[in-house]
Each structure stands twice: as structure tokens, then as C-alpha cells.
């Protein structure tokens, strides 16, 4: 099953054939950005709140503006 991908770029939530990255993007410059995980169940995502957190905690540790909330859960 092919589920359509998304991706938070930007301050915006696209499709993946969306994206685009300027090349003068400080994450594509020199490297830095924030990765996490979910698991999702059933479709639903498992204890998001949590994810969020560590989200927003890996931001800040690396001096990045971490996404609007509403930006995060609509993703």
C-alpha cells in the first residue's frame, strides 16, 4: 500500500513532491537538523504529546525554532 508522504518544511506541511530546499538552507549547508521518530498504531500515532516534547527539547538543544504545534499534529 502506497500512502501518500508528507513533509514539515519551511513552516509548512507538503507532499513530498512539494518540497523544494534552497540551497542556501542553513540544515543543507552545514548538516544540522532534528530527526525523531513516531510509531503509529492502527494509523493513530502512539503517545504523541511525548513525541512532542522530545521534539521541542531536541530543538531547542540545537538552537532551532521548533514547529507550531498546530504545524506538528496536522502533520
Known amino acids: 500500500m502506497n500512502l501518500p508522504a508528507y513533509i514539515w518544511i519551511n513552516g509548512r506541511v507538503v507532499s513530498t ?3 523544494r530546499i534552497s540551497p542556501f538552507d542553513h540544515g543543507f549547508l552545514v548538516g544540522d537538523g532534528v530527526f525523531e ?5 492502527n494509523g493513530k ?5 511525548r513525541h512532542w516534547k522530545r521534539l521541542v527539547a ?3 538543544s540545537m538552537g532551532i ?4 504545534f498546530e ?3 496536522q502533520a
Open 17 to 19: 513532491a512539494e518540497a
Open 37 to 41: 521518530t513516531l510509531v503509529a498504531r
Open 45 to 49: 500515532p502512539f503517545t504523541p504529546t
Open 58 to 60: 531536541s530543538c531547542e
Open 65 to 68: 525554532t521548533p514547529p507550531a
Open 71 to 73: 504545524v506538528y499534529w
